[in-house]
């Protein structure tokens, strides 16, 4: 079921029989594919097998202005608000929100949002590369729970960085969210799904692959933070340019080795794509 707005589907929740439900909630910025398919479906499976009483797996779709650090980025971002419905229903959502910016920013868009620190979770890898990026997306996320005001919240690994980011916000802000994590889906061949790969052309959908293939040698190395250096060059012989590929905390994103507890994080572009992925270490 579509709605324009939270104002909307609130109404459609507290008068009827979903009143009272376990809210399971799946924030996307559109452009759906089979990884949100996983997110969505997990919510469902939860819904279907731990609650007693009404549960509402719910969908939100808005393309958050304030994240993008490059705007061409934001202009180029594929809005398919038909697609993303069809693929969320069959999905298992019960209700697929489409915001208006007017309600996301009542006051309008701002140029610059609040700045958050939460240590190297905001200003490390991603931090670093796309400034101000974790502002706009604590800026939106924030603003969405309190008009979801959900049980249970639903986010990718593929995003790793973000994940960690958005369970700090919440454990701050937000008593009574759970927020449940969700392994990456990946395209045959390994490569994590996301909304650029319907950038890459052929080929390069099919080298990008190299990318997850480099990122498990490295997490399979005796030395994970030595290899990175190599596995680099690697990518960079392969037609990758990279920006970043190292070994960090997955919970605090320090660098201090810490056995069992460690990731390899990359971002790299291909054909100007801009592709991040991640992978834990075996050690």
């Known amino acids: 079921m579509r709605f324009l707005g939270f104002a909307a589907w609130r109404e459609h929740l507290n008068g009827g029989p979903n009143k009272g ?14 990884g949100h ?25 808005f393309i958050n202005p304030t994240q993008f650090d490059e705007q061409s980025d934001f202009a180029a971002y594929p809005a398919t608000p038909e697609d993303d ?18 309600e996301m920013y009542p006051e309008g868009v701002p140029g610059q ?21 974790f502002d706009g997306v604590v800026t939106v996320v924030r603003t969405l729970m309190r008009l979801v005001q959900p049980d249970w919240a639903f986010f990718g690994e593929k995003d790793w960085q973000q994940l960690a980011v958005i369970k700090k916000l919440v454990e701050l802000e937000f008593e009574g969210i759970e927020v449940v994590p969700v392994p990456t889906k990946r395209e045959r061949g390994g490569l994590a799904m996301s909304s650029r790969n319907r950038r ?11 990318l997850f293939a480099t990122l498990m040698r490295v997490a399979d190395s005796h030395d994970p933070s030595a290899a990175c250096s190599e596995a680099a060059q690697s ?21 201090k080795w810490v056995s069992g507890k460690m990731r390899v994080f990359a971002a790299v572009r291909l054909g100007g794509v801009r592709l991040i992925d991640n992978v834990a270490c075996r050690q």
Do not use: N, W
């Open 85 to 102: 419905l069809r693929l969320a229903e069959q999905a298992g959502a019960d209700a697929v929100v489409f915001p208006g910016v007017s």
């Open 21 to 34: 439900a376990t809210v399971l909630f799946v924030p996307t910025m559109g452009a759906l594919h089979e």
């Open 200 to 210: 890459l052309s052929p080929p390069q959908r099919q080298g990008a692959a190299a």
């Open 113 to 133: 949002v609040d700045a958050i620190d939460y240590g190297p979770l905001t200003s490390s890898l991603e931090g670093a590369e796309r400034r101000g990026h």
């Open 37 to 61: 398919g996983d997110l969505i479906r997990a919510a469902r499976k939860m819904a279907d097998e731990h609650f007693e009483g009404p549960s509402h797996v719910v969908v939100s779709v």
């Open 235 to 255: 990518l960079e012989s392969l037609g990758f340019d990279v920006e970043y590929l190292t070994v960090a905390q997955g919970d605090s994103l320090e660098t």
